[in-house]
């Protein structure tokens, strides 16, 4: 009988200690991050196109979590706003106007004829999209190119065209799914279930 | 100290060559089969792995030794050892990414699998079948853990040339990996007779 209780007693003893050492390491090894930045940057568009009045969507991001106003996302438009007001639970607001308006998807365009070679608007590209060397004719990569204006501007001959993309069927894609907490997957068989479970009673 | 030395060099090429954990006794045969197909992860799980097993080998070793021995509770061995790798695991893993992101992020989820790796158990309790003092048992762990990384690199090593090479269809994919462990597994045990020990 001992022995049982002794065996106990040591194997809760260890698994205690164990516990201690862990906690404590989970405390003093505690990495900082928040979880809720990843989130809001995973609903952000991408388009590092600074119209927001930050660098990139990541700072943007860092910005709404410490408070800042979700509608400063043009490219995002109306639908990341009110991702944004569902996962943060806020109020969904029109677009702020005065960083933009809601424009269709375009990519940038090099006249190539027209292109000297500055290398300026490589400078200018936030995801290099842009593929070319000095003197030589520059071009843009379209599967890159987020379409966020900022080439346009710098380009001393004016050869940038901001082209918008239609959705064909050789370029339309599945919507990504969104990150919900909730995700009701398969939903066109919740009715048939129901429906079978009337008809056995 | 020179005995003791030579005891230390035994043991490690006793372990790392001649009864090489996975190609020789067959234990941890699920990561060297699954993250095998890539260099890079095979790295990473090695690393992690060696890391892990010699300190799961020396901390086992010390709860035996410390706890479970004089109160005659060694039928409880499996069940503590298994207590203590999961503890080693889950430690590792919090000092691994507060440390170090950048490993972290290589090794990914290798780390916590590596809680289920046979072959770190099996080291902690041939440890106790073996009679291993404190360094011998530091030398076995670390010995087991390398023979694992050379034989899971070097397989990689492989599966990335076979995966290129032009191998008959029904022969493609987990078979052709199993007939290159088996290979491996024999060119291994070449190895037998090389230190009696």
């Not at chain 1, 910005?63 to 943060?88: F, H, M, R, V, W």
Request: proline share 5%; charged share 15%; net charge negative.
């Amino acid at each position: 009988m001992t022995t049982v209780i002794t065996a106990i007693l040591i194997l809760f003893g260890l698994a205690v200690v164990f516990g201690i050492i862990l906690g404590y390491a989970s405390v003093r090894f505690r990495v900082e991050g928040n979880p809720i930045v990843d989130q809001i940057d995973a609903l952000l568009p991408q388009t590092q196109c600074g119209q927001c009045g930050y660098p990139g969507c990541r700072p943007y991001a860092e910005a709404i979590s410490n408070g800042d106003a979700i509608n400063k996302c043009p490219p995002g438009g109306q639908s990341t706003i009110e991702a944004l007001a569902d996962l943060l639970d806020v109020e969904a607001v029109p677009l702020d106007a005065e960083h933009g308006e809601e424009q269709a998807k375009t990519v940038a365009f090099i006249r190539e004829d027209e292109c000297i070679g500055c290398t300026k608007c490589i400078q200018a590209c936030p995801v290099d999209a842009i593929l070319g060397a000095a003197k030589q004719m520059h071009t843009v990569i379209s599967s890159e190119c987020t379409g966020c204006d900022l080439c346009v501007e710098p380009c001393p001959v004016d050869c940038i065209d901001m082209i918008p993309v239609e959705t064909t069927i050789a370029n339309w894609k599945w919507p990504a799914p969104a990150e919900s907490r909730n995700l009701n997957l398969i939903a066109t068989d919740r009715g048939r279930g129901e429906l079978q479970h009337q008809e056995a009673h | 100290m020179t005995g003791a030395m030579t005891d230390f060099l035994l043991i490690l090429i006793s372990t790392v060559l001649v009864n090489n954990f996975v190609l020789v006794q067959f234990l941890g045969l699920c990561p060297f089969m699954g993250v095998s197909n890539k260099l890079e992860t095979a790295m990473g799980m090695s690393l992690a792995t060696t890391f892990v097993l010699t300190l799961s080998s020396v901390c086992s070793y010390l709860v035996y030794s410390a706890l479970l021995k004089p109160f005659g509770l060694e039928y409880l061995q499996t069940i503590a050892f298994i207590l203590v790798i999961a503890v080693v695991v889950q430690f590792t893993e919090m000092v691994v990414h507060k440390t170090s992101p950048m490993l972290y992020k290589l090794l990914g989820i290798f780390l916590p699998l590596i809680t289920t790796n046979c072959a770190v158990l099996g080291v902690a309790l041939l440890n106790i079948k073996k009679q291993n003092g404190f360094v011998e048992s530091i030398a076995y762990g670390f010995g087991a853990a390398v023979g694992f990384s050379l034989a899971l690199v070097l397989f990689s090593a492989i599966r990335e040339r076979v995966a290129v090479a032009d191998v008959p269809i029904p022969f493609r994919g987990a078979a052709i990996g199993m007939v290159t462990a088996g290979l491996m597994s024999l060119a291994f045990m070449g190895f037998a007779g090389l230190v009696q020990f």
